[in-house]
């Protein structure tokens, strides 16, 4: 078998390319920039936007609706209405907003604005009657709610945070490359059978591995449209795509040289993801398998199987806690839900299609239901920087996975 090949055999290769891609960042900030000039440029601006998230909030004795919207012209930002509206989760409204007092750094990390004069553009209906199909195979509320985020990233209440933070498997309610990667590998093998019978038949020529692997990434696109882009699935199918491109021409694609390619890919044409928590959360996880898989070469794969979960688990915790200070007796049962999560996934997605989803709604509130003594803290900034130093270090040791 041939040698893998890596990404770049000179200092001059990777100066091409961090050039390149530092071309196409200013390109994309200069795209944003436009945009943003043309929205100061009306003090009332009129758009319309998809809901991606709408929750009830009280403040200070009074209650009014929180939106988080993703505007025709790219860009997300918060508003708020004092008025009792309907779930408008994944419809299009239409509305007037005001502008002032946003920064270009604002519009970047996403700002607050007030909108008015709100109506509905458009409604989803066809994901809605998915949701729906889903939702009414459920009783009780916070099954309804589970199983929507897990299939349609429909944001989760904080009753429903706080029960999947308490044990640890907030990254499993959120769908991201985990959920994506099982979805491929669920595709790939239903495709699989029906695609090598007529290969065998009429196009016995073709690479089926190849064809069925961009078959399958062209329905996740539309599963991504579906969704409306979620950010972290977007960050997952990017690197996907990458990944693909990368392996087809016979690169490592196990590496970290191949992860930084893919996140400064990523940023190049993304760049308000830079301001994304769950990218950098995404980042690291990534960064912590590969270097599992360098450090742990001889594991046998059910041995990879639960030590990796374990060794992520334990990793992230310094990262994680700089932004979310829970920690619970009960989270150390986090790496035994992440493996059950494999077969759990699918399973319930078939379970859905059937329209029996409900089978193991009652071990599942059973679960939700344990409580454990909650304690908290915070990763102080100067322990993160030495932590990420020292994990940086390290990749020299483990450069060749």
Known sequence: MLPKLTLFDSKKDFGIFLGAVFLILLINIALKYHTYTELKSHKVYQTSSVVINQYQKTKHNKTYIVFKLRAKDGFVFYSTSKEDLKDLYGDTISFKMMTKNIT???????????????????KDRFK???????????????????????????????????????????HLIAISGFHLGVL??????LLDRVYKFFQNRYFPYRNRKFD?????????FGYLYLLGFVPSLVRSYVMMIVGFYLYDRYFNIISFEVLLV?????????????????FWFSVSGVFFIYQFLGLFKNLKPWQVMIALNIWVFVMMIPIVHVVFSKWTFLQLVSPLLSMAFVVFYPLELFLHIFGVGDIFDGLILQLFSLESVRYHFFTPKWLLIVYILVNFYFIKKIKHI
């Open 104 to 122: 270009f750094l604002d519009f970047f990390k996403g700002f607050y604005a007030p909108i008015y004069d709100i109506w509905i553009d458009k």
């Open 128 to 170: 809605t009657t998915l949701l729906d199909k889903i939702t009414l195979q459920h009783q009780n509320p916070i099954m309804k709610e589970l199983f929507s985020a897990l299939f349609f990233a429909k944001p989760v209440s904080k009753e429903l945070r706080e029960k999947v933070s308490n044990l640890g498997i907030s």
């Open 184 to 189: 491929f590998f669920i595709l790939y093998f």
């Open 212 to 220: 069925l692997t961009v078959f399958v990434i062209v329905l996740l």
């Open 262 to 278: 893919a996140v400064m890919l990523i940023l190049s044409f993304l760049p308000e993801f830079f301001f994304s928590i769950g």
